[in-house]
């Protein structure tokens, strides 16, 4: 039973990262671009973050909470946004390939964050902000199993539940929602009917960046619990995210079970082979590892085979927009 439960509590953990950054995500591709950025956000706005968190709690003998967690956050925000408004320059205003811009901030969100976590000279441990992060709710967390799967997770876990039913509420009872999904859907017809496509574009992709960005801090606050290590998988999780968009159909209230589902695959190399007494077959722990784009992969046949409209991802979904031949 401990088992079990450990297994549930780093799915949960699991999915309190994928959400943010998978909601960054549904909300670029809903203004129609596909943004393969999110794992150099998630990096470089985890190490900018921990860096920010670190440097406060150490600065002064008596850290106040509230201040670590609110700092954290802003500064994820921040430098999420920033990338955010570069990636909009670059694909909104310039036309640039949507999918090579992707790659760059990937690869130099990665690099640039390895490389002023050298130059700082910080690879420790910033403590006070982790033990913030992933204190459970009082009390309930005592519950035996109940309290610790339901309870048992610091405020980010719960910031991200509502972030997903927000988002979702966004989308299907808002005048801007609508507007967006028909900007990501026919820029031309928004344009049309007096929506501004530019704008919609820009607060789409900024925001959904900056969503990236508190993933990215979640993982170094949360799932590390305020250590930082050049080494990580942050990344990894970042990959994983963008494929979540596609095995939830771009839809944020699925990620609430999807995500989960996702994080149980993703530790299954963890749990599953001892269980079973596979552990000494070579290469178990590989095949396992691979269960999470296995099961978008086939998501994604079955959509084609569908051939579901409300299955399928925004019509004009990584096309530039020129508004002289609308």
Known sequence: MDNIISWIMSAVIFATISIFASCG?????????????????????GYVSYYAAYTYSTSTTNPNGFLVVLIAILVALAVGGLLGLLYSTMCVTFKANQNVIGLLIASFGVGFGKFISLITGVNGKATFAGQIFTSGIPFLKDIPYVGQVLFGYGIMTYLA???????????????????????????????????????????????????????????VL????????????????????????????????????????????????????????????????????????????IILVMNSIKKSRLNQPPASLGLPYFREER
């Open 161 to 219: 539940i509502l972030v997903a039913v927000l988002m979702h509420l966004f989308f299907k009872k808002t005048r801007c929602g609508l507007n967006l999904r028909a900007v990501g859907e026919s820029p031309a017809t928004a344009d049309a009917v007096g929506i501004n496509v530019t704008l919609y574009k820009y607060l789409g992709i900024i925001i959904g960046c900056a969503l990236s960005g508190v993933a990215g801090m979640s993982y």
């Open 222 to 297: 949360v799932f590390s619990s305020g250590a930082w290590s050049t080494n990580n998988n942050i990344e990894v999780i970042g990959w994983l995210a963008v494929a979540l968009v596609i095995f939830v159909t771009w839809k944020p209230a699925r990620l609430l079970w999807g995500a989960v589902l996702f994080g149980l695959l993703y530790w299954a190399y963890v749990y599953i082979p001892y269980w079973i007494n596979m552990s000494n077959i070579v290469g178990i722990t590989q095949i396992l590892q691979m269960f999470p784009y296995l099961i978008t992969i």
């Open 25 to 45: 995500e549904i909300l670029t591709e809903k203004s129609g671009h596909l943004n393969l950025g999110v794992p150099g956000i998630m990096y470089l706005s």
